[in-house]
């Protein structure tokens, strides 16, 4: 990524003339791709409120991955440096979370932290990883014209960012602060690249620590994310590249077949599904790629992350991750969470490292097998892995305190007397699932005792009733044709649907094998009009805690069994994800009964063999 010309302020030609303050220190932030730029994003707040600091940042352009670089600085809002222009102005340091480009002509200090949790990857055959970058010649040395060596040229299998390949440059080091989170990795330095020895700082893990710090408002994530009570949050997670869980590299192609499955056997109330996804995948195949290739996930009800501002919520709210060998995997592991490995390929992991001993310990995912049940089994018979907790940092909830000491040591600048503090990780905004597939779904009843499930395919030893939700937008229009109840979104005042009583009636008289249309108006109440029967409001007493859609379908069954609704109103207890939801149906004002939709077709379902 590169800019057409030099800016001129704050620095460049004739800058003091423009600036409205002189600062005494300039920080460069170098970003390689999305990925290596969350890193320093977490460190961006030990410069906050500083006046004598200017910050900057830049773009190597050595990276194959360079989507969303453009709208992540666009965010930051940081005077932007042209590579070329970065390299010629002096800075007193600069702090990297990668390594590529020319990084060894930088004018000033230089720090380099890990993206992930340390480091781990090995480069097979001397090949360098796509998107570190490379040294062009002439970048050898803090001189230009030095000279340089190829990264990877030595070692047959080098480590990324911890080996001679990576941290000299012809025999000398050029890295003056290489950030470390555990001495482990401290020890495996001196072993491979001893002349850089003396530049390891063991400061934490800024990343970690800010998961640690917001571990009190798992529930709020949890909500953010629209997970109710008495469900399951199974977290997705892939690292970037072919052998990752989401890549089509590895032993098998697991994941087409794997994603309609998994909300063909998890029903739809008991799991939540989301998809944290390396920002190789995201902004390498790009997001509308992605969410095309996800399409069918998604409206079965998979969310896919934001993977840069709320990977890690997500990760916090999870009650099982399915993962590979990537660093997200490791990060859920360390905060105790269970982990199950679609992916367990120990290829590209340094064998030393912390996380191949994870990978070959971690239980591992039948993509053939029962998916239900392997899910609960690793969630009833996990118990936490010591390592991934001890190595991911050796500080934990010290990294803000340690680096900033390191960083402005670095810098010759006295600390600023107020505390050092990483930001708390923000609160996502709201996404529940907006399942538009549709949904079978299995009744009893039992006096106003309604036992209901959901999901998007009939398992084969069902017993009981049985009939199909449809969302009103479902991506097949024959849908509704046969469906018992149709279901939509929408505010009760929304101009453009007529409101409840309006669209409803709509739908009994468009659909006549429809027996039920439930408007749903917000997250705990909806209005719904049952053919022959009238119109209702159902609104979640304060135990209730499930999707409105499910009372919809509970109603539907009741009245199926012979309930019916006395003027007073009634109450029927909905079971469902493990939890009993108290719902109030009291009937709505009554309307003429050509508005009920009185006609061809009955409330009901269909029997299923025991």
Known sequence: ??????????????????????????????????????????????FHDDFRVQLMVTCTGSSAFEGGVRELFAELGLPVLPWEQALATPVDLALSASFGGQLSLIQGKLAVLSHGVGYTKKLAGGSREPGAGSREPGAGSREP??????????????????????????????????????????????????????????????????????????????????????????VLNSTWNPEGFFGSGGERDVLPGLLPRLAEELPADDYRLAAVLHPNIWYGHGPG????????????????????????????????????????????????????????SRERLDPEAPLADFVARAPRLDPHGPLREQVEKTA???????????????????????????????????????????????????????RTAPLHVRTRVHGGEVWIERSTAQPYDAAGLSHLAVHEETRDPGDLTV?????????????????????????????????????LTDADACFVRARGQGAFRLTALPEADADPAVYASALHAWLADGGTVPDGGTTLRVHAASAVHPVAVVPATPLPHSADGAGPGTPGGRPLRG
């Open 380 to 434: 009833a018979e996990h118990r936490p892995f010591t390592g991934p907790a001890r190595y991911t940092s050796s500080v934990p909830g010290s990294s803000a305190a340690l680096l900033r000491r390191h960083f402005y040591r670095l810098m010759g600048l006295p600390e600023p007397a107020a505390p050092a503090l990483l930001e708390p990780l923000p609160l996502p905004p709201h996404e529940p699932p907006r």
């Open 145 to 234: 014209g030095a000279g340089s060596r190829e990264p990877g040229a030595g070692s047959r299998e080098p480590t990324f960012g911890l080996s001679a390949e990576w941290l000299l440059a012809d025999g000398v080091p050029y890295v003056d602060a290489l950030v470390l989170s555990h001495p482990e990795q401290t020890e495996r330095l001196r072993r491979v690249c001893p002349e850089a020895a003396h530049a390891a700082v063991v400061a934490g893990d800024p990343c970690y620590d800010r998961m640690l710090a917001a571990r009190p408002y798992r529930e709020r994530f949890r909500r953010a994310l629209g997970v109710r009570r008495g469900q399951r949050l199974v």
């Open 483 to 519: 469906a018992e109840v149709i279901v939509r979104e929408g505010r009760p005042d929304d101009p453009r649907l007529g409101g409840p009583a309006h669209w409803t009636a709509e739908v009994l008289r468009r659909h006549p094998h429809c027996g039920l249309a439930a408007y």
């Open 1 to 46: 990524m590169r800019s057409e010309a030099a800016i001129r302020v704050p620095v460049g030609e004739g800058a003091e003339r423009w600036t409205s303050r002189r600062v005494d220190r300039r920080v460069l932030l170098v970003v390689h791709n999305v990925t290596s730029a969350g890193r320093l994003l977490d460190v961006l707040p030990l």
């Open 289 to 344: 790629q992605v969410r095309a290739w996800l399409d069918r996930a998604r409206r079965a009800g998979l969310t896919p992350v934001d993977p840069v501002h709320a990977w890690r919520q997500a990760l916090l709210a999870a009650d099982v991750v399915l993962g590979d060998f990537g660093a997200v995997s490791y990060y859920a592991a360390a905060l105790g969470t269970p982990v199950l490995l679609g992916s367990a």
